[in-house]
């Protein structure tokens, strides 16, 4: 009887350590530093002032000295992606930030263990395939979403050109996250009496062709949150300021390339909701498993003065001009 109460005892005991454990988070490595792997999908001004919002969070918290961050760029490459998120695993990160969607899918595949927190990803059902998608990811993932109200950009494009007729959807076939963008737009628009015809090209060497296209036969174009757009913007610019076709756009960082009007969010301030919730999970042992995903709490709309004057548009009221960088 003693020997089997010891036993019952030591088990309790045992068990008692692991909640305890859990509860106080993850130990930095023997250094005493966090390792946080991030792997960007590519450099453009959105990406890179999430990332850097997020780094300036977790420093915040935990102390530039407490942290040790792997920054990799994935060339606009999810095969690069992949790479990278695997040589993380290989590396043994206590987390993982990917910063866009073709990111957050390596990290995915890479590891079911390892903490993963996304950020600038639209729609985490959409980039995960989950079906029914509740708001939690569930597993070890969990981030934030750049989604600006998709009802509320399309209206953007009926009042900035309230005598369009056609509009463009011009977006990167391969970004999951666009095509899901532009299908609840263009639904949204029909609803209205609108044309809308997707234009959807493959990577930045067919994107003048495919644009050309659009700006021949739209009265003006939309452009979602799209990695490979922002990191393009140029190239639809000189298409279609020549062609005084109005561009719309999903977020600042295009708009103020190439665009008119956008609805707006802070991928900094995104980032750095991403951080606090890293820190949660390192030091505060929380479970990224039951984490829902969360979003910009503002959302604010701005015009490209430049590009305004130069197609004759007066900007609406209630717009913020785009502080030039």
């Not at 692991?18 to 792997?39: N, R």
């Not at 890179?48 to 935990?62: M, P, R, S």
């Not at 934030?144 to 399309?154: F, V």
């Amino acid at each position: 009887m003693k020997k089997a109460l010891s036993l019952v005892l030591a088990l309790i005991m045992c068990v008692g350590c692991c909640f305890a454990f859990t509860a106080c988070g993850t130990d930095p490595t023997a250094d005493g530093k966090y390792k946080i792997g991030i792997v960007q999908l590519v450099e453009h001004v959105a990406l890179d002032a999430a990332t850097e919002g997020f780094k300036q969070a977790v420093i915040d918290e935990l102390g530039e000295d407490k942290v040790e961050f792997d920054f990799q760029n994935g060339q606009n490459d999810p095969n690069t992606c992949s790479t990278i998120a695997n040589q993380f695993v290989s590396n043994n990160v206590d987390l993982i930030m990917a910063n866009a969607t073709p990111a957050l899918q390596a990290a995915a595949a890479a590891t079911g263990e390892i903490p993963i927190l996304g950020t600038s990803v639209t729609e985490y059902g959409v980039a995960l395939e989950i079906k029914d998608f509740n708001g939690t990811v569930g597993g070890n993932i969990s981030g934030t979403s750049d989604l600006a109200p998709l009802d509320k950009q399309a209206e953007m494009i009926t009042e900035w050109c309230p005598d369009a007729k056609a509009v463009g959807l011009l977006y990167c076939s391969k970004e999951a996250n666009s095509q899901y963008q532009v299908d609840v737009v263009k639904a949204n628009l029909e609803s209205k009496g609108l044309t809308a015809t997707l234009y959807p090209f493959t990577d930045s060497n067919d994107l003048a062709q495919i644009c050309t296209t659009a700006a021949d036969n739209c009265d003006v174009i939309y452009v979602p949150t799209d990695n490979t757009v922002a990191e393009n913007t140029g190239i639809i610019d000189n298409i279609c300021e020549p062609k005084k076709i109005p561009v719309i756009a999903g977020e600042e960082g295009i708009c103020s390339g190439c665009g008119i009007a956008t609805l707006s969010i802070s991928y900094y301030d995104l980032g750095y909701t991403t951080g606090k919730m890293a820190v949660k999970i390192l030091r505060d042992g929380a479970d990224i498993s039951t984490m829902p995903i969360e979003y910009a709490e503002k959302q604010t709309p701005k015009y490209n003065k430049q590009n305004c004057e130069a197609l004759g548009i007066t900007p609406l009221e209630g717009y913020e001009a785009i502080e030039a960088n």
